[in-house]
């Protein structure tokens, strides 16, 4: 289950903008991205981890993301960085 993988992270980054500034650096071993999230914020790291060939896993919430992640408040996206 992906939630555990967030879960069990060290080396996280939750939010779209430091998730798209991880992923151009190329920093990122894999991103999730919630289902219910906007897709106009979503589709620019959908593309971009596509260009780079990062994995994206789809999670069903931003709230079960966000509680995953440890915050309190729903997340469109998180990263795991690849030196985890």
Same mark, same amino acid.
């Given at each position: 289950m992906s939630?555990? =993988?967030v879960k069990q992270a060290?080396?996280?980054?939750?939010?779209m903008k430091q998730t798209l500034?991880? +992923?151009e650096q190329g920093m990122v071993k894999e991103?999730?991205?919630a289902?219910?999230?906007?897709? =106009?914020v979503t589709g620019k790291i959908l593309q971009l981890c596509r260009e780079k060939e990062v994995p994206v896993e +789809?999670?069903?919430s931003m709230r079960q993301l966000g509680k995953a992640c440890g915050?309190?408040?729903g997340a469109a996206t998180a990263a795991?960085?690849?030196n985890e």
């Open positions: 939630y555990d =993988k060290t080396q996280l980054i939750i939010g500034k991880a +992923v991103v999730f991205v289902k219910d999230a906007d897709p =106009k +789809v999670v069903d915050i309190e408040v795991i960085l690849i």
